[in-house]
């Protein structure tokens, strides 16, 4: 890996502040499946479900397409990460290559996306749990809103512990799902080669008979695009965690490289295989895919076996989504692009404040159970899929500038670089506005959902003229870095940030005398 250069080092020191007072707390391992774990929850273990009823077998060709894209945008990142690691992550970028207008509108955009994440997972394990209703009477009593609030509670208090909790909770919660995806596909093969024991087909002639790669057609297989991009959310995690973690640069890199074999394995290689265990009509909405095929070979155990291990999948997704939230609304109440109430930290380092107003979302999300409990994961998993797609366009359109700007000489791109960049970058961003269209046309939620979202528009507008002049002030403290053009516009130059280590002058010294009457003429 590269050394940073004096103005890599210069801009690490412009956004220190977005660190100050969390702690690094998580290490090499836990890192590492975090990584491995941070994308595969609801999405797959519930989503898939409704999504191979409405595609059919072709379902695993798109994971494949959406994994492949999900991959450049990690390799993006990990080249920023690189550069500078951020708990901010692609919010601290939009901000240190577009300003502070690009960090307020990602940033907002990203904890949408996360709100909505954490009513769908609260919702999944609300109908996970309400699954065992037909072995107790109690749970089938219990009303999925009840059950909900409480999942939000539950979690909520274990990250506001510490971020060693948090890992450490993670790392489990990661090590039970994937464990239970390699028994799955352990099983799978050997009954695709060998046969089940209730004696039904299995292999490529489940497909073949039952209507090929798309028997409900090309349209309807292209709609459910949406909700397999929300299946990947969450991929983007190793970014937020690089300001928590020991020695970011040389781990982190290491944990992206994983990812291809991941979605190979455990997103294209499962959903495979499930087409060829049953038919794809075998699969329905709102009961888990993996959960049927155990319970279709009769062996009674597995299916609640199975289904405790989708409640940790949606609980691993819950606890990811908070810690996220929290530290990109600590990062953006540093810049006065949030209230100041999410900057507030705990004595242990965790950013309370951020954690507690996402929960309080989440809480009111959690009112869609009780309103609309058929209809409540659809809605919010195809609001949080939007919420992605912003996320994942800002690292693009970042790492974009990033490219632009080393061309330009003022960066040095570190070793670790995202390939065919910036093709790569134009491929990906292609792709989402693909994903946009075939979203407006899935009517009626994904249009409505869509035109929801427009609403967003003024409302981010209006919010923004109210934090302005507090973003301006505390820009001002950091003259030359941020403001209303980007960080990299005022960069000290390598010499004159040699001499600030000397102690002869200070960082924003080096700026010339006329930077912060210019801007403001501008």
């Not at 996360?114 to 209703?133: E, K, N, P, Q």
């Not at 072995?135 to 060693?164: H, T």
């Not at 080669?193 to 798309?214: A, C, E, M, Q, Y």
């Not at 791109?413 to 093709?423: G, Q």
Request: with cysteine.
């Amino acid at each position: 890996m590269s050394h940073k250069t004096p103005q890599q080092i210069a801009s690490d020191d412009a956004f220190a502040h977005e660190e100050a007072g969390l702690h690094q707390g998580l290490g090499r391992r836990q890192l590492q499946m975090i990584a491995m774990g941070s994308a595969i929850g609801t999405g797959l273990f519930l989503g898939a479900g409704s999504r191979l009823e409405s595609a059919g077998p072709s379902l695993f060709i798109l994971y494949a397409i959406c994994g492949f894209f999900g991959y450049l945008i990690l390799r993006a990142l990990g080249e920023l990460i690189v550069h500078r690691p951020s708990s901010g992550s692609f919010v601290s970028y939009s901000r240190e290559f577009y300003g502070e207008k690009a960090a307020y509108v990602s940033g907002w955009l990203y904890w949408l996306n996360w709100a909505m994440t954490l009513v769908a997972d609260a919702t999944a394990v609300a109908i996970y749990i309400l699954w065992f209703g037909q072995y107790s009477e109690f749970i089938a009593g219990l009303d999925q809103w009840v059950i909900a609030l409480f999942v939000v509670a539950f979690v909520l208090f274990f990250n506001m512990l510490s971020v060693k909790v948090f890992g450490e909770l993670e790392f489990w919660f990661s090590l039970i799902k994937i464990g239970a995806l390699v028994i799955f596909m352990i099983v799978g093969i050997y009954m695709v080669i060998f046969g089940t024991p209730t004696g039904t087909p299995t292999g490529f002639s489940l497909i073949v008979d039952n209507g090929g790669l798309l028997p409900n057609g090309v349209l309807p297989a292209l709609i459910v695009v949406q909700g397999v991009v929300f299946a990947y959310a969450g991929i983007e995690l190793v970014g937020t965690t690089s300001g928590e973690t020991q020695d970011a640069r040389r781990v982190i890199p290491q944990a992206i490289n994983t990812v291809i074999l991941r979605i190979a394995i455990f997103y294209v290689g499962s959903v495979l295989l499930l087409c060829l265990l049953l038919p794809y009509t075998a699969y329905s909405a709102g009961v888990s895919p993996f959960v049927t095929f155990f319970g279709s070979i009769g062996v009674d155990y597995a299916a609640p076996i199975m289904q405790l291990v989708v409640i940790t999948a949606a609980l691993s997704s819950l606890n990811a989504g908070l810690y996220s939230t929290g530290r990109i609304m600590y990062s953006m109440a540093q810049a006065g692009s949030a209230p100041a109430f999410a900057g507030k930290l705990t004595k242990s380092g965790v950013p309370f404040g951020g954690i507690v107003i996402t929960a309080f979302v989440a809480v009111a999300g959690v009112f869609l159970n009780f309103v609309v409990p058929e209809s409540a994961f659809e809605i919010v998993l195809n609001m949080g899929a939007l919420g992605t797609m912003a996320g994942w366009a800002a690292i693009t359109l970042s790492h974009m500038k990033f490219i632009k700007l080393t061309k330009q000489g003022k960066y040095v791109r570190p070793d670790y670089r995202a390939p065919f960049s910036p093709v790569s970058d134009w491929l990906v961003l292609v792709f989402l506005a693909a994903v946009l269209v075939l979203m407006a046309i899935d009517y009626p939620v994904g249009t409505w959902t869509l035109g929801t979202f427009l609403l967003m528009i003024p409302i981010l507008i209006i919010g923004w003229f109210l934090v302005r002049k507090r973003v301006n002030e505390i820009a001002r403290v950091r003259e030359g870095y941020t403001g209303d053009f980007p960080v990299v516009a005022h960069v000290p130059s390598a010499d004159a940030y040699l001499e600030r280590q000397r102690g002869a002058v200070n960082i924003h010294e080096d700026l010339p005398q006329g930077d912060s009457e210019q801007r403001d003429e501008r």
